[in-house]
């Protein structure tokens, strides 16, 4: 899949507790298709999302296809997300255990907005701002451990401290991280 193909919509694949684990989109009816038909005859916990605006005709499935986790029909929407970035000493590029006592969202700076696809990761924002070719490339660094994405979405916002290997939820620095950006976004109207 490339960034010009049309998504007509993901699956959603559920881990034992019915939460969301992974979110898999496709270009191709037949295929989409196909992979639903497999997944419900195993028994795997999914729950197809399908948009409609983006398909040339309806999607339809068998008649008695039960969905037992659901089938869900959403407009295809871009979620925002920033990424804020430190300088300070005493912080970059360490462990939340060994910062969380000196971290301050203060000394973070919004150096990164952009818009996701609603089943990209933290994991696929990862590395999409690690490759040479990163969005704002010239003026950030690549994404690294002390870094912060904030995530919005349709229950609100979240931020992730970047760790060696996943990340902390820090939602506790969203009101720090909002005067960062409203800071920035004043210099840019200046």
Request: with cysteine; aromatic share 12%.
């Amino acid at each position: 899949m490339n960034k010009y193909d049309t998504v007509i919509g993901y699956i959603e694949y559920l881990d034992s507790d019915g939460c969301v684990q992974e979110r898999i989109p496709y270009v191709d009816a037949e295929e989409f298709k196909t992979r639903i038909y497999a997944s419900l005859y195993c028994g795997e916990p999914i729950i197809p999302v399908v948009f409609p605006e983006n398909l040339s005709q309806p999607l339809t499935f068998e008649k008695g296809t039960v969905f037992p986790w659901g089938l869900r029909s959403e407009k295809h929407e871009l979620l925002p997300y920033e990424i804020y970035q430190t300088n300070n000493r005493e912080i970059a590029f360490l462990r939340y255990d060994y910062t969380k006592d000196h971290i301050n969202a203060a000394s973070y700076k919004l150096v990164y907005r952009g818009q996701m696809e609603c089943w990209q990761t933290l994991d696929s924002l990862y590395c999409l701002h690690n490759q040479e070719n990163r969005p704002n490339g010239r003026k950030m660094r690549s994404l690294s451990v002390s870094d912060i994405i904030v995530t919005h979405e349709g229950d609100g916002a979240h931020a992730y401290y970047v760790e060696p290997i996943g990340y902390k939820q820090v939602d506790d620095l969203l009101p720090g991280l909002e005067q960062a950006k409203k800071r920035r976004v004043e210099r840019e109207e200046r």
